[in-house]
DNA sequence: AATGGGACCTGCGCGC
DNA sequence: TGCGCGCAGGTCCCAT
């Protein structure tokens, strides 16, 4: 799924163009995608219910209708958000009261829509850890003290930090020159405020250029982001480092694949 | 606590 | 051309 750039650019643009307009009516194509409530309920619960904020907490996307009425949006993997006409292939169709949907694309599935009374309320959302850019260099150095797990697999850590992906992950290391297999408590002080520095930096640098677009992932307009061209190391297994020019090393860490530098990040 | 595997899904690109 | 396989931006759950 579009990891939190992704998402706060989705964010952005719904902001500017759908807060305060009318939900008309729900089209449901896949229901499986709608986990709570029911179906019914969810397209009863929706209709004619004004949109007023448009809120994101890590990599979930949540419009709030009413103090206590949100729908929760999770993209998951391959979901994205199209705004405009009605697209065939959504998995659900809102439609708005000037003419205008809201696609919910999801070719794989896996994502989840939520109709709630507190979004806060969610297991996923009341675990989530801070937001990247509200947490503290000293904050992040605690989450990492005395962890043995692989410094990579710690960034996906939705828990700790909210909003970190593969994508991101990987990218941060290779900015920082750290190795993704290190554990997270072998890493240096210096090294710490570092990594953490090229994470609060890769994240506003993908915001800044509408996220990563490597997959299915499309700005509610349809359009690639801009991020996917200045990646140093995603997907890039075999082509040479922008920085030492050797070839990068593709590895599996938590079932994930990474890419890296084996030569710059020690 | 850490790691590995599988599950949930669809569809793409690759090698044969 | 067609098929099987591996793989994909996320997260949960179970076993060791």
Do not use: E, F, I
């Given at each position: 799924m579009p990891e939190l750039p992704e998402v706060e650019t989705i964010r952005r643009e719904l902001a500017k163009k759908i807060r305060d307009k009318t939900i008309s009516g729900v089209k449901i194509n896949n229901a499986k995608v709608i986990k709570e409530p029911g179906v019914e309920a969810f397209r009863r619960g929706l209709k004619g219910e004004k949109i007023r904020e448009i809120i994101r907490r890590g990599k979930v996307l949540i419009l709030q209708f009413r103090p206590d009425k949100f729908l929760v949006i999770h993209l998951r993997i391959s979901g994205w958000i199209l705004y405009g006409d009605e697209a065939k292939t959504a998995r659900v169709v809102f439609k708005l009261s000037d003419g205008k949907c809201l696609n919910y694309m999801n070719q794989r599935l896996l994502g989840e829509l939520r109709l709630m009374r507190d979004y806060r309320d969610l297991k996923f959302i009341k675990e989530l850890g801070p937001e990247p850019f509200e947490l503290t260099l000293e904050e992040f150095k605690a989450l990492l003290d005395?962890?043995?797990?692989k410094i990579k697999a710690l960034l996906l850590e939705q828990k700790l930090i909210a909003g970190i992906g593969n994508i991101y992950a990987q990218e941060a290391l290779f900015l920082a020159r750290i190795?993704?297999?290190?554990?997270?408590?072998?890493?240096?002080p210096a090294e710490i405020k570092k990594l953490y520095t090229e994470i609060v930096s890769v994240l506003k640098e993908a915001i800044a250029n509408r996220g990563?677009?490597?997959?299915s992932y499309r700005n509610t307009q349809g359009e690639s982001g801009g991020m996917e061209k200045r990646?140093?190391?995603?997907?890039?297994?075999g082509k040479p480092c922008y920085v030492c020019g050797r070839p990068l090393q593709k590895i599996s860490l938590g079932g994930r694949g990474t890419c890296f530098c084996a030569f710059c990040q020690k």
């Open positions: 005395g962890r043995k797990t190795d993704p297999r290190r554990t997270a408590a072998s890493l240096t990563s677009s490597v997959d990646l140093k190391v995603y997907a890039r297994k």
